[in-house]
Protein backbone atom coordinates (compact mmCIF):
# COMPACT_ATOMS: atom_id res chain seq x y z
CA UNK A 1 0.00 0.00 0.00
CA UNK A 2 1.28 3.57 -1.12
CA UNK A 3 1.61 5.69 1.94
CA UNK A 4 2.03 9.63 2.34
CA UNK A 5 3.36 10.27 5.52
CA UNK A 6 3.24 14.27 6.67
CA UNK A 7 4.25 16.07 9.69
CA UNK A 8 1.65 18.40 11.04
CA UNK A 9 2.25 21.86 11.50
CA UNK A 10 3.22 23.40 15.35
CA UNK A 11 2.29 25.74 16.51
CA UNK A 12 -0.81 26.31 13.52
CA UNK A 13 -0.89 25.81 10.07
CA UNK A 14 -1.95 28.77 7.68
CA UNK A 15 -2.92 28.19 4.02
CA UNK A 16 0.74 29.23 3.14
CA UNK A 17 2.33 26.49 5.73
CA UNK A 18 4.38 24.06 4.22
CA UNK A 19 4.32 20.42 5.60
CA UNK A 20 7.07 18.20 5.83
CA UNK A 21 6.01 14.36 3.72
CA UNK A 22 7.73 11.19 2.25
CA UNK A 23 6.02 9.58 0.18
CA UNK A 24 6.90 5.39 -0.02
CA UNK A 25 5.16 3.11 -1.74
CA UNK A 26 6.54 -0.33 0.14
CA UNK A 27 6.59 1.23 3.78
CA UNK A 28 10.07 0.23 3.73
CA UNK A 29 11.43 3.08 1.52
CA UNK A 30 11.47 6.77 0.09
CA UNK A 31 9.88 7.42 -2.90
CA UNK A 32 9.75 10.70 -2.54
CA UNK A 33 10.29 14.05 0.37
CA UNK A 34 10.40 17.18 0.28
CA UNK A 35 7.90 20.25 1.89
CA UNK A 36 4.59 21.52 0.32
CA UNK A 37 1.69 23.32 1.16
CA UNK A 38 -1.33 20.73 2.15
CA UNK A 39 -3.02 21.88 -1.32
CA UNK A 40 0.39 20.64 -3.12
CA UNK A 41 1.18 17.67 -1.38
CA UNK A 42 1.55 14.40 -3.37
CA UNK A 43 -0.95 12.33 -3.80
CA UNK A 44 -0.07 8.69 -2.73
CA UNK A 45 -0.47 6.41 -5.77
CA UNK A 46 -2.09 2.80 -6.31
CA UNK A 47 -4.93 1.54 -5.09
CA UNK A 48 -5.27 1.70 -1.14
CA UNK A 49 -3.20 4.40 -0.46
CA UNK A 50 -3.84 6.35 2.62
CA UNK A 51 -2.06 9.38 4.82
CA UNK A 52 -0.48 9.02 7.79
CA UNK A 53 -0.18 12.09 10.22
CA UNK A 54 3.14 12.61 12.12
CA UNK A 55 2.45 14.57 15.80
CA UNK A 56 5.74 16.61 16.39
CA UNK A 57 7.75 16.06 19.54
CA UNK A 58 7.32 19.30 20.66
CA UNK A 59 3.63 19.07 20.45
CA UNK A 60 3.60 16.18 22.93
CA UNK A 61 3.95 15.90 26.65
CA UNK A 62 3.99 11.80 27.82
CA UNK A 63 2.89 10.66 31.73
CA UNK A 64 2.95 7.31 33.48
CA UNK A 65 -0.27 5.87 34.77
CA UNK A 66 -1.40 2.47 36.34
CA UNK A 67 -4.92 1.83 35.63
CA UNK A 68 -7.80 0.63 37.78
CA UNK A 69 -7.30 -3.55 37.38
CA UNK A 70 -10.17 -4.38 35.09
CA UNK A 71 -9.31 -1.06 33.03
CA UNK A 72 -6.14 -2.32 32.56
CA UNK A 73 -6.49 -5.97 31.80
CA UNK A 74 -9.45 -4.20 28.39
CA UNK A 75 -6.33 -1.84 27.07
CA UNK A 76 -5.83 -4.69 24.38
CA UNK A 77 -9.85 -4.64 23.36
CA UNK A 78 -11.68 -1.55 22.51
CA UNK A 79 -11.47 -0.10 25.60
CA UNK A 80 -9.28 2.97 24.68
CA UNK A 81 -12.44 4.72 22.65
CA UNK A 82 -14.76 4.61 25.68
CA UNK A 83 -15.49 8.07 27.38
CA UNK A 84 -15.23 6.33 30.69
CA UNK A 85 -11.60 5.56 30.08
CA UNK A 86 -10.65 9.30 29.56
CA UNK A 87 -12.54 10.45 32.98
CA UNK A 88 -10.29 8.24 34.52
CA UNK A 89 -7.23 9.34 32.72
CA UNK A 90 -8.07 13.10 33.47
CA UNK A 91 -8.36 12.39 37.05
CA UNK A 92 -4.90 10.58 37.01
CA UNK A 93 -3.30 13.32 35.24
CA UNK A 94 -4.89 16.22 36.50
CA UNK A 95 -2.21 17.65 38.87
CA UNK A 96 0.61 17.07 36.25
CA UNK A 97 -0.99 19.29 33.65
CA UNK A 98 -0.58 22.65 32.69
CA UNK A 99 -4.01 22.85 31.03
CA UNK A 100 -7.24 21.62 31.94
CA UNK A 101 -7.78 18.00 30.83
CA UNK A 102 -11.11 19.50 28.44
CA UNK A 103 -8.96 21.42 26.06
CA UNK A 104 -6.15 18.17 25.81
CA UNK A 105 -6.30 15.08 23.92
CA UNK A 106 -5.13 11.72 25.38
CA UNK A 107 -3.69 8.90 23.40
CA UNK A 108 -3.19 5.45 25.39
CA UNK A 109 -0.18 2.83 24.42
CA UNK A 110 -1.93 -0.11 22.68
CA UNK A 111 0.16 -2.74 23.78
CA UNK A 112 0.30 -2.13 27.61
CA UNK A 113 0.82 -4.96 29.88
CA UNK A 114 -1.27 -6.27 32.69
CA UNK A 115 -1.35 -4.47 35.48
CA UNK A 116 1.83 -2.48 34.55
CA UNK A 117 2.39 1.80 34.30
CA UNK A 118 0.52 2.68 31.18
CA UNK A 119 2.20 5.64 28.85
CA UNK A 120 -0.23 8.29 27.48
CA UNK A 121 0.53 10.89 24.91
CA UNK A 122 -1.24 14.46 25.85
CA UNK A 123 -1.18 17.34 23.51
CA UNK A 124 -3.72 19.91 22.86
CA UNK A 125 -6.70 19.13 21.72
CA UNK A 126 -8.02 22.31 19.56
CA UNK A 127 -4.79 22.52 17.80
CA UNK A 128 -4.53 18.39 16.66
CA UNK A 129 -8.05 18.84 15.28
CA UNK A 130 -7.22 22.12 13.16
CA UNK A 131 -4.03 20.85 11.99
CA UNK A 132 -5.93 17.69 10.59
CA UNK A 133 -8.67 20.40 9.29
CA UNK A 134 -5.67 21.50 7.15
CA UNK A 135 -4.70 17.93 5.61
CA UNK A 136 -8.73 17.58 4.42
CA UNK A 137 -7.98 18.58 1.30
CA UNK A 138 -6.02 15.28 0.07
CA UNK A 139 -8.05 12.76 -1.07
CA UNK A 140 -6.49 9.75 1.09
CA UNK A 141 -8.36 9.34 4.33
CA UNK A 142 -5.54 9.65 7.80
CA UNK A 143 -5.40 6.20 8.51
CA UNK A 144 -3.48 6.90 11.16
CA UNK A 145 -1.70 9.13 13.56
CA UNK A 146 1.69 8.58 15.18
CA UNK A 147 4.23 10.52 17.29
CA UNK A 148 7.55 11.83 15.88
CA UNK A 149 8.86 10.07 18.93
CA UNK A 150 7.58 7.79 21.77
CA UNK A 151 9.33 6.31 25.09
CA UNK A 152 10.68 2.97 24.43
CA UNK A 153 9.11 0.34 25.62
CA UNK A 154 9.88 -3.37 26.48
CA UNK A 155 12.81 -5.24 25.37
CA UNK A 156 14.37 -1.70 24.14
CA UNK A 157 17.89 -0.78 26.05
CA UNK A 158 19.43 1.56 24.11
CA UNK A 159 18.17 4.91 24.25
CA UNK A 160 17.75 7.16 21.15
CA UNK A 161 18.87 10.46 20.67
CA UNK A 162 17.95 12.32 17.22
CA UNK A 163 19.09 16.21 16.65
CA UNK A 164 17.23 17.93 14.73
CA UNK A 165 17.55 20.76 12.83
CA UNK A 166 13.81 22.15 13.16
CA UNK A 167 15.05 24.97 15.60
CA UNK A 168 17.81 27.49 16.24
CA UNK A 169 19.86 25.79 17.73
CA UNK A 170 19.30 22.53 16.55
CA UNK A 171 17.24 20.36 19.14
CA UNK A 172 18.04 17.03 21.03
CA UNK A 173 15.53 14.69 21.20
CA UNK A 174 16.48 11.76 23.52
CA UNK A 175 14.26 9.12 24.03
CA UNK A 176 14.17 6.46 26.89
CA UNK A 177 12.61 4.36 28.75
CA UNK A 178 11.90 7.18 31.36
CA UNK A 179 9.88 9.34 28.76
CA UNK A 180 10.66 11.72 25.69
CA UNK A 181 13.32 14.73 26.48
CA UNK A 182 13.81 17.52 24.62
CA UNK A 183 16.69 19.95 24.63
CA UNK A 184 18.65 23.10 22.92
CA UNK A 185 21.96 20.99 21.30
CA UNK A 186 24.84 22.21 24.06
CA UNK A 187 25.83 21.19 27.48
CA UNK A 188 23.18 19.95 28.61
CA UNK A 189 21.92 17.92 26.04
CA UNK A 190 25.27 16.18 26.13
CA UNK A 191 24.70 15.69 30.36
CA UNK A 192 21.28 14.40 29.54
CA UNK A 193 23.36 11.68 27.21
CA UNK A 194 26.06 10.98 29.13
CA UNK A 195 23.03 9.88 32.16
CA UNK A 196 21.17 7.98 29.58
CA UNK A 197 23.79 5.54 29.18
CA UNK A 198 24.24 3.31 25.84
CA UNK A 199 22.68 5.88 23.44
CA UNK A 200 22.28 5.67 19.72
CA UNK A 201 22.35 8.95 18.13
CA UNK A 202 21.18 10.22 15.09
CA UNK A 203 21.19 13.67 13.37
CA UNK A 204 20.74 15.75 10.04
CA UNK A 205 23.55 15.74 7.68
CA UNK A 206 23.06 20.08 8.38
CA UNK A 207 24.31 19.29 12.21
CA UNK A 208 25.51 16.35 12.06
CA UNK A 209 29.29 17.30 12.54
CA UNK A 210 28.09 19.76 15.35
CA UNK A 211 26.63 17.07 16.93
CA UNK A 212 29.56 14.72 16.96
CA UNK A 213 31.57 17.45 17.98
CA UNK A 214 28.85 18.96 20.80
CA UNK A 215 27.94 15.29 22.44
CA UNK A 216 31.36 13.34 22.28
CA UNK A 217 29.94 10.29 20.69
CA UNK A 218 29.66 8.79 17.26
CA UNK A 219 26.34 10.14 15.35
CA UNK A 220 24.85 8.68 12.33
CA UNK A 221 23.53 10.75 9.70
CA UNK A 222 19.82 10.83 8.92
CA UNK A 223 17.58 13.19 6.95
CA UNK A 224 13.92 14.16 7.84
CA UNK A 225 12.57 12.11 5.66
CA UNK A 226 14.27 8.55 6.99
CA UNK A 227 13.11 9.86 10.39
CA UNK A 228 9.54 10.08 9.43
CA UNK A 229 9.31 6.91 7.89
CA UNK A 230 10.28 5.36 10.88
CA UNK A 231 7.97 6.86 12.58
CA UNK A 232 5.56 5.12 10.08
CA UNK A 233 6.11 1.92 12.17
CA UNK A 234 5.67 3.16 15.70
CA UNK A 235 2.91 1.36 17.33
CA UNK A 236 1.24 3.86 18.45
CA UNK A 237 -1.82 5.36 16.99
CA UNK A 238 -3.26 8.85 18.81
CA UNK A 239 -6.65 8.82 16.59
CA UNK A 240 -8.96 7.60 19.88
CA UNK A 241 -11.21 8.95 22.06
CA UNK A 242 -13.01 11.46 20.34
CA UNK A 243 -10.80 11.23 17.09
CA UNK A 244 -11.99 7.95 16.76
CA UNK A 245 -15.53 8.71 15.81
CA UNK A 246 -13.74 11.75 14.15
CA UNK A 247 -11.50 9.74 11.58
CA UNK A 248 -15.23 7.47 10.89
CA UNK A 249 -17.05 11.10 10.25
CA UNK A 250 -14.05 11.96 7.68
CA UNK A 251 -14.24 8.58 6.22
CA UNK A 252 -17.87 9.26 5.19
CA UNK A 253 -16.79 12.82 4.02
CA UNK A 254 -14.44 11.46 1.83
CA UNK A 255 -16.94 9.36 0.05
CA UNK A 256 -18.86 11.63 -0.29
CA UNK A 257 -16.42 13.92 -2.04
CA UNK A 258 -14.97 10.79 -4.09
CA UNK A 259 -18.56 11.08 -5.33
CA UNK A 260 -18.65 14.61 -6.03
CA UNK A 261 -15.34 14.49 -7.49
CA UNK A 262 -16.49 11.47 -10.07
CA UNK A 263 -19.29 13.44 -11.08
CA UNK A 264 -17.54 16.45 -11.86
CA UNK A 265 -13.87 15.73 -12.57
CA UNK A 266 -12.46 16.15 -15.92
CA UNK A 267 -10.31 12.88 -15.55
CA UNK A 268 -13.21 11.16 -14.41
CA UNK A 269 -15.37 12.09 -18.15
CA UNK A 270 -14.18 8.47 -19.58
CA UNK A 271 -15.60 6.73 -16.57
CA UNK A 272 -18.97 8.51 -16.70
CA UNK A 273 -19.26 8.12 -20.22
CA UNK A 274 -18.56 4.72 -19.75
CA UNK A 275 -21.37 4.15 -17.39
CA UNK A 276 -23.85 5.82 -19.19
CA UNK A 277 -23.36 3.57 -22.17
CA UNK A 278 -23.05 0.20 -19.59
CA UNK A 279 -26.38 1.63 -18.74
CA UNK A 280 -28.16 2.40 -21.82
CA UNK A 281 -26.43 -1.07 -23.55
CA UNK A 282 -28.44 -2.66 -20.28
CA UNK A 283 -31.99 -0.71 -21.05
CA UNK A 284 -31.51 -1.98 -24.89
CA UNK A 285 -30.95 -5.11 -23.78
CA UNK A 286 -33.69 -5.59 -21.65
CA UNK A 287 -35.58 -4.17 -24.49
CA UNK A 288 -34.46 -6.92 -26.72
CA UNK A 289 -35.12 -9.53 -24.12
CA UNK A 290 -38.81 -8.60 -23.62
CA UNK A 291 -39.28 -8.30 -27.33
CA UNK A 292 -38.43 -11.82 -27.90
CA UNK A 293 -40.22 -13.01 -24.89
CA UNK A 294 -43.16 -11.36 -26.05
CA UNK A 295 -42.41 -13.12 -29.63
CA UNK A 296 -42.85 -16.52 -27.96
CA UNK A 297 -45.68 -15.84 -26.31
CA UNK A 298 -47.52 -14.80 -29.51
CA UNK A 299 -46.11 -18.03 -31.24
CA UNK A 300 -47.41 -20.26 -28.51
CA UNK A 301 -51.20 -18.34 -28.62
CA UNK A 302 -50.98 -18.95 -32.63
CA UNK A 303 -49.90 -22.59 -31.93
CA UNK A 304 -52.76 -23.32 -29.49
CA UNK A 305 -55.11 -21.45 -32.09
CA UNK A 306 -53.85 -23.85 -34.69
CA UNK A 307 -54.84 -26.92 -32.55
CA UNK A 308 -57.86 -25.59 -31.58
CA UNK A 309 -59.16 -25.29 -35.33
CA UNK A 310 -57.95 -28.81 -36.53
CA UNK A 311 -59.56 -30.54 -33.34
CA UNK A 312 -62.56 -28.70 -33.41
CA UNK A 313 -63.07 -27.22 -37.02
CA UNK A 314 -66.72 -26.63 -35.97
CA UNK A 315 -66.44 -23.72 -33.50
CA UNK A 316 -66.30 -20.82 -35.84
CA UNK A 317 -65.40 -18.07 -32.68
CA UNK A 318 -62.80 -18.67 -30.08
CA UNK A 319 -62.80 -16.56 -27.05
CA UNK A 320 -61.35 -19.18 -24.31
CA UNK A 321 -59.89 -22.10 -26.16
CA UNK A 322 -59.15 -24.03 -23.47
CA UNK A 323 -62.38 -23.56 -21.79
CA UNK A 324 -64.26 -23.98 -25.36
CA UNK A 325 -62.17 -27.07 -25.95
CA UNK A 326 -63.14 -28.80 -21.91
CA UNK A 327 -66.93 -27.80 -23.49
CA UNK A 328 -66.43 -29.59 -26.62
CA UNK A 329 -64.55 -32.65 -25.30
CA UNK A 330 -67.43 -32.99 -22.52
CA UNK A 331 -70.19 -32.82 -25.20
CA UNK A 332 -68.15 -35.18 -27.27
CA UNK A 333 -67.77 -38.01 -24.66
CA UNK A 334 -71.84 -37.60 -23.88
CA UNK A 335 -72.49 -37.83 -27.66
CA UNK A 336 -70.60 -41.03 -27.54
CA UNK A 337 -72.41 -42.63 -24.70
CA UNK A 338 -69.62 -42.08 -22.07
CA UNK A 339 -71.56 -39.08 -20.50
CA UNK A 340 -72.17 -40.79 -16.88
CA UNK A 341 -68.23 -42.21 -16.76
CA UNK A 342 -65.08 -40.76 -15.79
CA UNK A 343 -63.91 -37.90 -18.32
CA UNK A 344 -61.69 -38.95 -21.15
CA UNK A 345 -59.00 -36.76 -19.73
CA UNK A 346 -59.39 -39.48 -16.72
CA UNK A 347 -59.02 -42.36 -18.80
CA UNK A 348 -56.11 -41.50 -20.74
CA UNK A 349 -54.52 -40.66 -17.06
CA UNK A 350 -55.80 -44.71 -15.75
CA UNK A 351 -53.61 -45.91 -18.64
CA UNK A 352 -50.73 -44.13 -18.28
CA UNK A 353 -50.55 -44.69 -14.47
CA UNK A 354 -51.31 -48.05 -14.64
CA UNK A 355 -49.58 -48.93 -17.80
CA UNK A 356 -46.60 -46.68 -17.98
CA UNK A 357 -44.28 -48.57 -20.58
CA UNK A 358 -47.71 -48.68 -23.24
CA UNK A 359 -46.66 -46.53 -26.05
CA UNK A 360 -48.58 -43.82 -26.95
CA UNK A 361 -52.29 -44.34 -28.69
CA UNK A 362 -51.79 -43.64 -33.11
CA UNK A 363 -55.67 -42.59 -33.14
CA UNK A 364 -58.75 -42.62 -30.82
CA UNK A 365 -62.15 -43.85 -31.12
CA UNK A 366 -65.52 -42.99 -29.71
CA UNK A 367 -68.04 -45.96 -30.98
CA UNK A 368 -70.97 -47.25 -29.18
CA UNK A 369 -70.04 -45.75 -25.60
CA UNK A 370 -66.68 -48.00 -25.81
CA UNK A 371 -63.09 -46.13 -25.93
CA UNK A 372 -60.81 -47.92 -28.55
CA UNK A 373 -56.79 -46.80 -28.51
CA UNK A 374 -55.03 -48.03 -31.43
CA UNK A 375 -51.21 -48.81 -31.14
CA UNK A 376 -49.09 -51.77 -30.11
CA UNK A 377 -50.96 -54.95 -29.12
CA UNK A 378 -51.06 -54.49 -25.39
CA UNK A 379 -49.46 -57.02 -23.38
CA UNK A 380 -51.83 -59.14 -20.78
CA UNK A 381 -50.57 -58.16 -17.85
CA UNK A 382 -51.45 -54.01 -19.28
CA UNK A 383 -54.86 -55.42 -19.38
CA UNK A 384 -55.13 -57.00 -16.40
CA UNK A 385 -53.83 -53.46 -14.47
CA UNK A 386 -55.65 -51.26 -16.56
CA UNK A 387 -58.80 -53.83 -15.65
CA UNK A 388 -58.22 -53.47 -12.06
CA UNK A 389 -58.07 -49.86 -11.98
CA UNK A 390 -61.36 -49.08 -13.80
CA UNK A 391 -63.07 -52.10 -11.96
CA UNK A 392 -64.62 -49.64 -9.10
CA UNK A 393 -65.44 -47.01 -11.70
CA UNK A 394 -68.01 -49.98 -13.44
CA UNK A 395 -65.27 -49.99 -16.70
CA UNK A 396 -63.36 -52.75 -17.79
CA UNK A 397 -60.23 -53.00 -20.53
CA UNK A 398 -59.75 -55.71 -22.92
CA UNK A 399 -57.24 -56.33 -26.06
CA UNK A 400 -58.58 -56.91 -29.29
CA UNK A 401 -55.61 -56.96 -31.76
CA UNK A 402 -53.92 -53.63 -31.76
CA UNK A 403 -56.90 -52.50 -30.41
CA UNK A 404 -57.02 -51.07 -26.23
CA UNK A 405 -60.95 -51.15 -25.74
CA UNK A 406 -62.53 -49.77 -22.40
CA UNK A 407 -65.82 -50.66 -22.54
CA UNK A 408 -68.37 -50.80 -19.29
CA UNK A 409 -68.46 -54.14 -17.26
CA UNK A 410 -70.59 -56.82 -18.66
CA UNK A 411 -70.76 -55.69 -22.31
CA UNK A 412 -69.33 -58.80 -23.89
Given at each position: ????????????????????????????????????????????????????????????????????????????????GQPRLRAVLAGLLEEQLLDEPEQLHFAVFPGASRDAPVWVAVCQRAWLV??????????????????????????????????????????????????????????????????????????????????????????????????????????????????????????????????????QAPQWRPLRWGLVLLLLTQVLGLNVLAWKEQALLDEKRQWIHALFIRALPEVSVIVDPPRQMERAVALLQEAAGLGNGPGLVDFFMTVAEAAPDYAAPSAIELIDGELRLQGPPPAPEVVAALSSRLAAQGWAARAQGDLLVIQPQGRP
Open positions: MSTLIVTLAFPAATAATEFDYVLSTDGTSLSAEGHAPAALLPASPGRGSAVVAVVPARAMSWHQVTLPGTMARSLRGRLADALQALAVLPQRILRIVPEFAPLQGGDSVATADVTADGVPAQLVLCTAQGVTLLPLGAAAAAWVQLAGPTEICAEPAVAALAGQTLGRPVREQTRGQRLLHALHSPWNLAQFELSATRRSRFLKELALLGASLL
